[in-house]
């Protein structure tokens, strides 16, 4: 899907040297993909900080098998 986006040039040159990318397109398309992986785990962090998974086998369990 194509979609438009203002960004400043400043931001755009600093967007193409992180991301690597020589064109514009692919250079937006792998900062919002890269954005919501880190969403993602950070939602995971915290809801396994909450307790909201439970295994049926301890941290010094998964350590002994080398999982």
Known sequence: MK???ELDDATL???L???NER???PAVSKAVEEF???KKAREFGRLLMEGAF???IT???VE???L
């Open 3 to 5: 979609v438009t986006v």
């Open 13 to 15: 040159a600093e967007l």
């Open 17 to 19: 040297a992180a991301t």
């Open 23 to 25: 064109k514009k397109g």
């Open 36 to 38: 919501l992986k880190r």
């Open 54 to 56: 439970d295994y049926p």
């Open 59 to 61: 941290n010094d369990e």
């Open 64 to 66: 002994k098998q080398g």
